[in-house]
């Protein structure tokens, strides 16, 4: 297998038309726990990391948001409350289970009318050019085989001015940090993943894919080469979470 076939599953290097199979298959596995791991692996920070993305994202009343790797909804069901009935917002996720999650706890919610729900690949988004003002991707991109491929999807669907925020894990900034994360991450994770939803094997593929996930400062650089503007990004429990943020000029 040619270097160029091959890309990172977590710590392993597969096929490139395997992958989207493979993080298919985990997410499968941890849908329906999905939200309740969340909140157990951070101590309901991740609730903190989304409202500061909400509030960076300047999105308002009448705004067209595409939520991508949206899951069980947490963010579009904000943003439904923002653009209100004048606005748009697309909850998409390449993962038909992921979607039915979030679907159903939207609507159990009263969440109708202004959102959509879409199953597609990042890589290749099925909209028109310069359909949305915004686009969030959380905690999504780690897991997308050709990362530079949807970035420039992203651009090409976003109107002139739109912004995107891309929150992911990233690199922690002090090396006491970084090792106790560490040991966090493949101690702690894998064996609250068996506890909670049977399924340790997919949470140690998540602190594996966190780690071959590129620093911040190459993810901006990365977002800079697909067309963005003004790339910044902003660090957030010492790094362990990073938050980007470009424009489409």
């Given at each position: 297998m040619s270097e160029k076939d091959t890309t990172h599953f977590g710590y392993k290097e597969v096929d490139k038309n395997a992958k989207a199979g493979m993080v298919a298959d985990v997410f499968h596995s941890v849908a329906s726990r999905y939200?309740?791991?969340?909140?157990?692996?951070?101590?309901?920070?991740?609730?903190?990391?989304?409202?500061?993305?909400?509030?960076?994202?300047?999105?308002?009343?009448?705004?067209?948001?595409?939520?991508?790797?949206?899951?069980t909804g947490d963010l579009a069901a904000k943003f439904s409350r923002i653009v209100g009935p004048e606005g748009r917002v697309v909850l998409a996720d390449i993962n038909d289970s992921m979607l039915q999650v979030g679907r159903d706890k939207l609507l159990d919610t009263g969440h109708q009318g202004n959102i959509e729900f879409v199953q597609a690949d990042a890589q290749f988004l099925p909209f028109p050019d310069d359909s949305f003002d915004c686009i969030t991707i959380a905690f999504g991109l780690r897991n997308?085989?050709?990362?530079?491929?949807?970035?420039?999807?992203?651009?090409?669907?976003?109107?002139?001015?739109?912004?995107?925020?891309?929150?992911?894990?990233?690199?922690?900034?002090?090396?006491?940090?970084s090792k106790a994360y560490d040991t966090y991450s493949f101690r702690v994770l894998p064996f609250m993943g068996k506890l909670v939803a049977n399924d340790s094997e997919s949470y140690q593929y998540l602190a594996e894919s966190i780690r071959v996930h590129p620093d911040q400062e190459t993810l901006k650089g990365m977002m800079e080469d697909a067309g963005f503007n003004t790339v910044e990004f902003h660090n957030m429990t010492g790094g362990v979470v990073a938050l980007h943020k470009g424009i489409k000029a």
């Amino acid at each position: 297998m040619s270097e160029k076939d091959t890309t990172h599953f977590g710590y392993k290097e597969v096929d490139k038309n395997a992958k989207a199979g493979m993080v298919a298959d985990v997410f499968h596995s941890v849908a329906s726990r999905y939200d309740l791991m969340n909140d157990l692996m951070s101590a309901g920070i991740h609730r903190i990391w989304k409202r500061f993305t909400i509030e960076l994202s300047g999105v308002r009343k009448g705004n067209a948001v595409l939520d991508i790797a949206g899951g069980t909804g947490d963010l579009a069901a904000k943003f439904s409350r923002i653009v209100g009935p004048e606005g748009r917002v697309v909850l998409a996720d390449i993962n038909d289970s992921m979607l039915q999650v979030g679907r159903d706890k939207l609507l159990d919610t009263g969440h109708q009318g202004n959102i959509e729900f879409v199953q597609a690949d990042a890589q290749f988004l099925p909209f028109p050019d310069d359909s949305f003002d915004c686009i969030t991707i959380a905690f999504g991109l780690r897991n997308v085989t050709e990362k530079d491929l949807a970035l420039r999807s992203m651009l090409r669907v976003l109107k002139p001015g739109g912004r995107l925020l891309v929150l992911e894990f990233s690199k922690p900034q002090s090396e006491l940090l970084s090792k106790a994360y560490d040991t966090y991450s493949f101690r702690v994770l894998p064996f609250m993943g068996k506890l909670v939803a049977n399924d340790s094997e997919s949470y140690q593929y998540l602190a594996e894919s966190i780690r071959v996930h590129p620093d911040q400062e190459t993810l901006k650089g990365m977002m800079e080469d697909a067309g963005f503007n003004t790339v910044e990004f902003h660090n957030m429990t010492g790094g362990v979470v990073a938050l980007h943020k470009g424009i489409k000029a």
